[in-house]
């Protein structure tokens, strides 16, 4: 435990000068801050912007993230360090999926100080936060895992954000895509974003996307270790 | 295994795709003393420091402290310490976070980080960026983290290449102290004079195989007996004669006639024992 306090004590300091990085943290909250205020005059943005933005921050920001650290710390070497310190591999693991957790809750608190909120409401968006943030760290884990440096990772992590970022968006504007984004966890959670309820069929998708996809890390964590 | 013995290896073996680097290599390093590995870029030390660390699998058997490389453990890892050729420090962390975040891991108090600092030369650099470091501040800085939690076995790749020969003097003189304090030093060069000067015992790496392993100054003895005088006449040619009673009479006649503008003996080196031994030059 104490080793892992110390990997998320340097990851926080780490991030707080890494610009990039602080930038896709916090650049949904913003974008959703500045639609909300420069369209003051019509009512209800907050119920547009809100949900759109939320959904695209607990995809793309988490996944990206832990992507782009994992594998920034296996191209320059410092994992390697790490090891060799004795820090095992899965508390680097945990470190980093926590780590990731909580600077993304933090930052979509923001979203909830945008228009007034239920304490129900407020609930709900914590819970959908969570567990989207959670898949998309599995994703941003596995994406590191498999890539051997940042441009690698990046060049994977990005496009599979954007693709979970938009489509839930993008299915408002046509039927097909809206079917689509009905089998993605990003645009079941953009429901409860919406103001609706957790519903069967959005735990099914979340919580099988979070089974299959830690599958898929414990399986490449097996093949490949942090090397 | 002795019990005073910290590294074995034995017959070791680690190719990469078709190609062999390490066709068998053993050797021992006691406790206490400072270990060179030497051998010509690309002869597989730094291949030998990974498996060492457990960071790498390998063929044959290989263990430290007793304990067999591919099941390296924390304890194991906090016995020991390492320097490695690419440094693995954080880049946007300043120089005592760095350190702060091993003392943590280690259960070392914050004081050790100056003390540390100051064993390396790099007092007052606490709050500067890693970034923002030379070279050969970060490879002390490197140096600093791994003795941060005074480990018995210490691995250290070429600690001192690319640095002014003052640094480096300083290094060698941080590695005499630590042994004096009993630690052991495992360390890969191809600078064949720090390998004389700094080491009890050395082990000649070449194609994969140890082509000899013991100390310096004996191996100079073994290789270099007859030592040689090289000589350069006053029309610049370079001649090489054996220290010997029948070349007596050639050398008395190049001064005789005036034709003698330089002569030296040739001392033996580590340099001269890997050429004999190999056929190639060590620090090619
Ligand atoms: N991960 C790897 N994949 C493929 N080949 C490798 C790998 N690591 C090392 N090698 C090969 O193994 C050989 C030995 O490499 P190694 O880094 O151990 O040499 P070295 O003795 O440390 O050289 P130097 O003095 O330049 O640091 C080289 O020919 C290198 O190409
Ligand atoms: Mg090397």
Redesign the pocket.
Known sequence: MKTICALLIKQCKDSLHNLPSLMILIIYPVVAFIMITAMQDEENMGDIFIPMFAAMHCSFAPLVISSNILSEEKEKGTLRSLVMAGVSRIQYLLSLFWFVLIAVMLTASAFLLMKPVTASYAGNFACAMLLGSAVSAVIGMCIGLHSKNVTAANGIAVPVGLVFALLPMLGQFNSSLSKAAEFTYSGQLRTVFEGGCFTAQTWLVSVAYLAALSFLLVILFRRKGLE | MTDSSVIRLREVT?S??E?Q?LKGVSFEVSKGEIFGLL????????????ILTGQ?SCGGSAEIFGVSCGKIGREVYRRTGAVL?NCGLYDRLSCADNLRLHARIHHVSFSRIQEALTQVGLEGCEGKKVKALSKGMRQRLALARAILHSPELLFL??PT?GLDPATAAEIHALMNSLRKSGATIFL?T?NMDEAYRMCDRIAL?SEGDIAECGEPAELCRKYCSNSELSIVTTDEHKLSLENAPENAEAIAGLIREGKLKSIHSSEPDLGTVFLRLTGKELDK
């Open positions: 680690r990469f795709g190609k680097v051998g010509p870029s690309g002869a597989g030390k730094t291949t030998i420091i990974n790498l050729d790749d070429e290449s890969t191809h790496l």
